[in-house]
């Protein structure tokens, strides 16, 4: 059964602060790792995407993979409010064009102001 | 603007009811899938498809099923509605290849009575 955790949290950071988000997954052919935000009663939108080894930075984000530890992480920088939502880690799945993607249950963030 | 819509955006119905959700894609993707999202479980997928007339069983699949007749629509039904399904439906496309992104639909909220 291939599978992607993460904390489910809540994570707390006031505002300003650097927001850490981690994700293992279980499937060492995985390819592909997404992190996608979902606000409470909204469907996710895709936030950042990675597929080699190293940070990938994108404004405020950064995601980084490290595929020897099975380990892709998300980084915001300078939280704000409006961060605050649901992160979605997501890995490519076992099937013959690896498009379906498997998704952690999410790790709630709250930016206090 | 292409997008993904969803319809009903919320359904009350009774045990043992036929069901049926829709998802309609102006993107012209050839990938679609279909998700359900629930407390303590993620997003899980149901049913996906990678081209009309094909479609392929995920992770949930029984009591549901899926029918691709044109580029646009991937219909999802479930057979006898249980209280079990009870959850949010999300549709969701992307182009082929493993480092596309999804596109999430608005999703379907059912509740199974």
């Known amino acids: 059964q291939k599978e992607v955790e993460q904390n489910s949290g809540p994570l707390s950071v006031p505002e300003g602060a650097i927001a850490s988000l981690n994700c293992t997954y279980s499937?060492?052919?995985?390819?592909?790792f997404f992190w996608y935000r979902q606000y409470s009663g909204k469907s996710p939108e895709l936030i950042m995407f990675?597929?080699?080894?190293g940070d990938k930075e994108d404004g405020r984000f950064t995601a980084q993979l490290n595929k020897a530890s099975q380990y892709v992480s998300l980084l915001i920088r300078d939280s704000q409010p409006s961060d605050s939502a649901t992160y979605l880690c997501?890995?490519?799945?076992?099937?013959?064009?690896?498009?379906?993607?498997?998704f952690g249950k999410g790790t709630t963030l709250s930016v206090s102001s | 603007d292409a997008e993904i819509t969803q319809s009903p955006r919320h359904k009350i119905t009774e045990t043992g009811r036929q069901v049926t959700l829709a998802c309609h894609q102006t993107w012209n993707h050839n990938n679609m899938f279909w998700y359900r999202q629930d407390l303590g479980h993620g997003l899980r997928l149901i049913h996906y498809?990678?081209?009309?007339?094909?479609?392929n069983k995920g992770e949930v699949s029984d009591g549901y099923s899926v029918s691709r007749s044109n580029t646009e629509d991937l219909p999802l039904t479930l057979e006898s509605a249980a209280s079990s399904q009870t959850s949010v439906y999300f549709c969701a496309s992307s182009v082929g290849g493993p480092g596309n992104e999804q596109f999430f639909g608005p999703g379907t909220r059912l509740t199974v009575l």
């Open positions: 997501a890995v490519n799945g076992p099937n013959q064009a690896g498009t379906a993607l498997i």
């Open positions: 499937d060492r052919g995985s390819q592909s």
């Open positions: 990675i597929y080699s080894n």
């Open positions: 498809s990678y081209g009309v007339q094909d479609t």
